[in-house]
């Protein structure tokens, strides 16, 4: 090939020479070498991970895993407890927007004082209506505080949101640091910070829907980091086949001397 051919052609063509599809190919080789480092650093990140397993339908005592006026622990979010106390009768109320099942409706929330002097919040059940919702809180109210044993999952309380209907009782989240200025409570009571969802709801109410926590692995980083880093090196490979055909074909566009003039490969 002449070199004014050479320099004619454009930069496509450039790129589809046989010199050039040959560099591809080899740089195609090595990507695909980084890939698979990539791909190995990844199966070790998992390898190595640590996953988390909990006995969490195992029902343990409350204060085994929690304890009152303390942040919740990751130990104790969504495991089964038990606990022994009475329920406050007067203080249960009713949450409206909750979702069971994926079906919205309303919570009956409660307080249960516990044989220990700690106070902790209770998901009673769920109505579909919010009728049947406050008939069941009334029926609760209008129970015995007996001594009994709560069983249920304890899990994440709410934040607490004021609500927008003027009402200070009305609630629009189980928040346990909303639920304490309603309650009747001692002196410097402690109060646990999550809420308990009883597996049996008292009648005319359905159990809520607490399903079992998800196992959760922890990735090793540094092997994360290697495969980003083999991922980069698999890109700027084929970005150098890229530079290379390119600065090629930008030499050969600028004019030279007749002496200077190199044969020039197909």
């Known amino acids: 090939m002449t070199d004014d051919v050479a320099a004619d052609r454009t930069l496509a063509r450039e790129y589809l020479t046989p010199r050039s599809l040959g560099l591809l190919v080899v740089f195609l080789l090595l990507a ?17 991970g640590v996953v988390e397993r909990r006995a969490t339908e195992q029902v343990v005592s409350l204060s085994s895993v929690a304890r009152p006026d303390a ?8 495991q089964s407890v038990s606990a ?11 949450v409206g927007d909750r979702l069971n099942r994926g079906q919205r409706g309303w919570w009956v929330v409660g307080h249960a004082a516990l044989d220990d002097g700690s106070q902790l919040a209770l998901g009673l059940g769920w109505a579909p209506t919010e009728e049947a919702a406050r008939r069941a809180a009334d029926e609760v109210r209008a129970a015995p505080a007996e001594p009994r044993d709560f069983v249920g999952r304890y899990v994440d309380s709410d934040g607490a949101e004021p609500t927008a209907s003027g009402d200070p009782r009305a609630l629009v989240g189980v928040s346990t640091a909303r639920l304490v200025n309603l309650w009747t409570l001692p002196a410097d009571a402690p ?21 079992k926590p998800g196992e959760q692995v922890e990735l090793n980083l540094l092997n994360v980091l290697y495969a980003v880093e083999w991922a980069l090196f698999a890109v700027f490979a084929l970005y150098i086949w890229y530079r290379l055909v390119r600065d090629r074909w930008e030499a050969r566009q600028q004019p030279v001397d007749e002496d200077e003039r190199v044969p020039v490969d197909a």
Do not use: H, K
């Open 32 to 48: 695909g070498v980084f890939a698979g480092l990539m791909q190995w650093q990844l199966s070790r990140a998992v390898d190595r």
């Open 71 to 78: 942040q919740q622990t990751d130990a104790s979010v969504g």
């Open 84 to 94: 022994e106390g009475r329920l406050v009768p007067q203080d249960t109320f009713v």
């Open 191 to 211: 109060v646990y910070e999550g809420v308990m969802t009883l597996r049996q709801a008292p009648a005319g109410l359905t159990a809520i829907w607490s399903p």
